[in-house]
């Protein structure tokens, strides 16, 4: 940035500033996703991402439900409610949610504890919790903003998709049926999201809180993966009440 | 616990429950803790320590006003607030905060960067936060119990203050001053505390939801040393935006 902070910047420019925020700060460069979809972890590592990354999956209709409720006009509500129906699913659709519940079964975990909570880590709590109140607390225009890592989740979701595959043996097309959708579903969401800030963004100051809030939204992916590394990987001091390996195992349970 | 659920415990054995909470799962125990105190940390790491246990200790009167504005009588806010003016301290008297920075300068950081809040580890700041929010939310009861760890408070801050004086010669005993009077201080809050709980918790459900707080502040405290654990010591994987060691250092600038 050569322009000063009081200085407006073109929509084009904030764009650009926007995915320059995702290029060094979005999950798909953490060491933990690396090692994931490398096949570099072993079935509990899987088994702990799974089960916590449920918590973050199980939330997003709630922080979903937050901006729904402060968008103020029916046209908007009809394109953000999308958002809910695609996670919540429907009577014939199953949801994302649901899909997430049939990838922890996939990886042999029981059902009932995964969507107990309990089990997951203090800090993919207090960072999936952190990300819920700054939706609830900030403006609209910032939690409109947090979701637009969307824009950086496409390519990704194939990268780790086909390389899940690739390297575990209990890990099957069905049980990743949760991604196929994603990509078509994060693109058209986080366009309009993108559209919404880049029209809504009218002063220096609200770029810079659009820029803020997607920056605190890596930092909440971000550190659910730091808190699974340190807890499972290395040095793998994983912490008093959290889910340890051949835990919650489904063993016959689950389908 | 023998007892089922249903049955209400007398008030001496949930303080004693409450103190196994506190026998497992204090901070005191983390790996973190013990390298801190046994001179086993170089003083980056210390830095990194002190810099983001001031995000928690500037933010201790923010969860005590919170508390102050729901205890509803006078002789109630009248026991309480000696909290807030421990921390924030008088014209005549330095308050816990205020030390804090005396320890922050001790190790050579930059005054201004640490009351910034800017590198601290997101994962100080969910844990953080967290902790206010629950404080905020959760019943006066919560609220309250949630403060209890300082049952566990005196006997480790003369094992931490010993140790860190007898290993690191950056670290001097006017540097530790925060510590001179919080044994004596969190001895008088907690008793006060616990008996606050031990006679308004007066069904099981209440007793359960006091020792579930216990555990949730154990694990606010607990996750901050988790994250500075992975983030400087192993597997050192600094978070983006987090403060790296060389940064913001006082030099001249600090008295």
């Known amino acids: 940035m050569t322009k000063s902070r009081a200085e407006m910047m073109s929509g084009a420019e904030l764009e650009a500033a926007l995915r320059r925020i995702g290029e060094t700060r979005y999950h798909s460069l953490h060491p933990f996703q690396i090692l994931l979809q490398e096949g570099r972890l072993n079935r509990p590592q899987v088994q702990a991402w799974a089960l916590n990354?449920?918590?973050?999956?199980?939330?997003?209709?709630?922080?979903?439900?937050?901006?729904?409720?402060?968008?103020?006009?029916?046209?908007?509500?009809?394109?953000?409610?999308?958002?809910i129906?695609?996670?919540?699913?429907?009577?014939?659709?199953?949801?994302?949610?649901?899909?997430?519940?049939?990838?922890?079964?996939?990886?042999?975990?029981?059902?009932?504890?995964?969507?107990?909570?309990?089990?997951?880590?203090?800090?993919?709590?207090?960072?999936?919790?952190?990300?819920?109140?700054?939706?609830?607390?900030?403006?609209?225009?910032?939690?409109?903003a947090s979701s637009l890592t969307e824009l950086f989740s496409p390519n990704v979701i194939g990268v780790r998709t086909k390389g899940m595959l690739a390297h575990y043996d209990f890990i099957s097309q069905d049980t990743l049926a949760y991604f196929d959708k994603r990509p078509v579903q994060a693109k058209r969401d986080s366009d309009?999201?993108?559209?919404?800030?880049?029209?809504?963004?009218?002063?220096?100051?609200?770029?810079?809180?659009?820029?803020?809030?997607?920056?605190?939204?890596?930092?909440?992916?971000w550190a659910q993966l730091d808190a699974l590394y340190y807890a499972y990987v290395e040095p793998a001091l994983t912490p008093p009440d959290a889910w340890r390996p051949g835990e919650a195992e489904s063993g016959g349970k689950a389908p």
């Open 85 to 144: 129906l695609d996670h919540d699913g429907s009577e014939t659709e199953r949801g994302g949610i649901e899909k997430w519940i049939a990838l922890t079964d996939g990886v042999g975990l029981d059902r009932d504890y995964v969507m107990s909570g309990r089990g997951i880590l203090a800090g993919t709590r207090f960072a999936v919790d952190a990300y819920v109140h700054f939706v609830r607390d900030r403006s609209l225009l910032e939690a409109i």
């Open 192 to 221: 309009f999201a993108l559209n919404y800030c880049l029209e809504h963004a009218d002063t220096r100051e609200k770029q810079e809180a659009v820029m803020d809030a997607l920056r605190f939204k890596c930092q909440v992916l």
């Open 53 to 83: 990354r449920y918590y973050y999956q199980a939330n997003i209709p709630v922080k979903d439900s937050y901006i729904l409720a402060r968008l103020g006009t029916v046209e908007l509500r009809r394109e953000w409610r999308q958002r």
